[in-house]
């Protein structure tokens, strides 16, 4: 298995997705499904090598649980956030307009 680190434009997207769903975890089949395509898509444009597991639909619910628990302070979802979701979700309280812009530059070059 291929283990891809997050990057901060990634986790905005999913932060976006998230907070767009209402703080729900069960985000459409068809969200996972166009997030999974943008990130393979970064991915390829990146050079980066990934494998089928690749930010796939099971990932990324763990991923969300993991968003979920840093937005709740803990109260709920999967202890085991990144440093980097927890540095997220600080640039979406603190500096919303750079957020937004990273959000918009990775659905620009990303968007399928």
Known sequence: MIKVKWELEEAVV???AYFKNGGNL???EDTFGSLTDMYIKRAQDNGIIIDEKFRNLSGL???LACIH???TSGKEGMS???KLFYDTYELYKNDAEKFQQILKEFYRKYSI
């Open 26 to 28: 069960n985000l459409s």
């Open 69 to 71: 628990y840093v937005v």
């Open 61 to 63: 619910k763990i991923q």
């Open 14 to 16: 999913l932060f976006d």
């Open 80 to 82: 085991n956030a990144s």
